[in-house]
């Protein structure tokens, strides 16, 4: 199984993946179906959940009905529990939406939702993230969680995320992070997609964030709220939901 995931994800482009998830989820919601485990983002629960992973595989972490990986669901918890974005009107910008939260974010009338990216076939916007076709100060909320490792000039990208971003709004930038790694370490020489892979963990990453990713946030203007949001919760419950113990969500907000 695991071998079979791995061929899966190192061999299918990612927007057929996207397209080949809605055939197979059904089925294994179906085939995992037990009580150990629940997803919380659509209250399913499982007696395993599947392997992932582009190089070493993490076991029992992949949703069968909703994809969502640890990161995912702490991020749908926080989201929910700890903000107003499920209940107040406002304008939401998502950044290579994720098929965890796409429909359910569309489904949500009081939310001003659009979703960008250059190659998801979710994407409402084509668009460089270097180069936003949005106005200054347009967006309450800003969403862009595993995309910064992908891109060359990540210090553009994030100047623009801070462009578009209304005084007093807030934003979530996840990233692949190594926390005892101090200073991030990042070689564009490195080319080779299996060198990429060994080096940065999986073939398309062009760095590995360390804890200086928070001032790399301060640094463009962004007041950073370092949240260790597993640290209010049972270790029943991380099991239960099946997260990463510790992982820290990067909520930055911009200064009125």
């Given at each position: 199984m695991k071998n079979f995931f791995k061929f899966i994800l190192n061999t299918i482009p990612r927007p057929w993946l996207i397209r080949l998830s809605y055939i197979i989820r059904p089925i294994l919601r179906l085939f995992l179906k037990g009580n150990r485990y629940t997803d919380p983002i659509d209250g399913n629960h499982f007696r395993k959940f599947l392997p992932y992973g582009y190089g070493k595989q993490r076991p029992n972490v992949l949703s069968p009905s909703t994809l969502s990986l640890e990161r995912h669901r702490l991020l749908w918890l926080y989201l929910k529990n700890e903000t107003d974005l499920f209940t107040k009107p406002q304008r939401l910008l998502h950044f290579a939406p994720e098929q965890a939260f796409y429909k359910r974010f569309k489904d949500m009338d009081h939310l001003d939702y659009t979703t960008t990216d250059l190659n998801s076939p979710l994407a409402d916007v084509k668009a460089d993230i270097c180069n936003l076709p949005f106005d200054a100060n347009s967006?309450?909320?800003?969403?862009?969680?595993?995309?910064?490792?992908?891109?060359?000039?990540?210090?553009?990208?994030?100047?623009?995320?801070?462009?578009?971003?209304?005084?007093?709004?807030?934003?979530?930038?996840?990233?692949?992070?190594?926390?005892?790694?101090?200073?991030?370490?990042?070689?564009?020489?490195?080319?080779?997609?299996?060198?990429?892979?060994?080096?940065?963990?999986?073939?398309?990453?062009?760095?590995?964030?360390?804890?200086?990713?928070?001032?790399?946030?301060?640094?463009?203007?962004?007041?950073?709220?370092?949240?260790?949001?597993?640290?209010?919760?049972?270790?029943?419950?991380?099991?239960?939901?099946?997260?990463?113990?510790g992982e820290i969500i990067p909520v930055v907000t911009k200064p009125v």
């Open positions: 967006f309450d909320v800003i969403l862009c969680n595993h995309v910064l490792e992908h891109i060359p000039d990540d210090k553009k990208a994030l100047s623009e995320l801070f462009r578009v971003l209304k005084p007093g709004g807030y934003g979530i930038f996840q990233v692949p992070q190594e926390l005892d790694r101090a200073v991030t370490f990042e070689d564009n020489t490195i080319t080779d997609k299996k060198d990429r892979a060994k080096i940065f963990g999986q073939y398309d990453h062009l760095r590995v964030y360390g804890k200086d990713y928070f001032d790399r946030l301060r640094a463009i203007g962004f007041v950073v709220n370092e949240v260790d949001y597993t640290s209010t919760m049972s270790a029943s419950d991380i099991d239960k939901y099946r997260l990463a113990k």
